[in-house]
């Protein structure tokens, strides 16, 4: 079945770096455009970022722009986030999602990862 | 700075119906924002309810149903049960890559 099985997360100091990983299954995935979306603890979803099945096209939120980098390898399924320069507000559950169909919508997510935690705090 | 805007909150009684809402600062919803909603309840990572203004998910029940009323992307649940008690978020496609998620409603199945 499709799953998405995100890594990576963990406690960082404010202005530090961390990587974020998805590994897909279940589908295939050099097919589907793939997004990152975040939520802080007891808020909103937020959007941050979409790669294009090759890697060619890519889009940020304007919160994450410069400073977070989305990619893939085609040949290993797998999705990632460099997350740099981070802020106490970039502290939120960051889930892995698929576009629910190769054509389709931008802002149709399905399925969506269980989430890795980054908090950033000194 | 353009935000999608939703109720913070709506009560139901078991068995009713509920039209939640979702709409632009900065204008119109319309299909070309391909509204889509995702119910989440705690803990849990959001599930797919509609795309593409009213296209029920796969496995998604019929009381769930999705439109445009006016200048507004709509949500209704017809016969809501008490599982439906969960946060449902909009999020509206703008163009240029962007998707904005609106701030939830809390929806409360009593």
């Known amino acids: 079945q499709v799953q998405l099985v995100e890594s990576g997360g963990g406690l960082v100091k404010p202005g530090g770096s961390l990587r974020l990983s998805c590994a897909a299954s279940?589908?295939?995935?050099?097919?589907?455009?793939m997004s990152w979306i975040r939520q802080a603890p007891g808020r909103e979803l937020e959007w941050i970022s979409y790669?294009?099945?090759?890697?060619?096209?890519?889009y940020y939120a304007d919160s994450v722009k410069g400073r977070f980098s989305i990619s893939r390898d085609n040949t290993k399924n797998s999705l990632f986030l460099q997350m740099s320069s981070l802020r106490v507000e970039d502290t939120a559950l960051y889930y892995c999602t698929r576009r629910g169909a190769v054509t389709g919508p931008l802002n149709w997510f399905d399925p969506w990862g269980q989430g890795t935690l980054v908090t950033v705090s000194s | 700075q353009t935000a999608v805007t939703q109720e913070p909150s709506f009560s139901v009684s078991p068995g009713g119906t509920v039209t939640l809402t979702c709409g632009l600062t900065?204008?119109?919803?319309?299909?070309?924002?391909?509204p889509a909603w995702y119910q989440q309840t705690p803990g849990q990572a959001p599930r797919t309810l509609i795309h593409s203004t009213n296209t029920r998910s796969s496995g998604v029940p019929d009381r769930f149903s999705g439109s445009i009323l006016g200048n507004r992307a709509a949500l209704t649940i017809t016969g809501a049960q008490a599982d439906d008690d969960s946060v449902y978020y909009c999020v509206l496609y703008l163009g240029s890559g962007i998707s904005l998620f609106g701030g939830g409603t809390r929806l409360t199945v009593l």
């Open positions: 279940g589908f295939k995935f050099n097919d589907y455009y």
């Open positions: 790669i294009s099945s090759s890697g060619e096209i890519i």
């Open positions: 900065s204008a119109s919803v319309s299909s070309s924002n391909y």
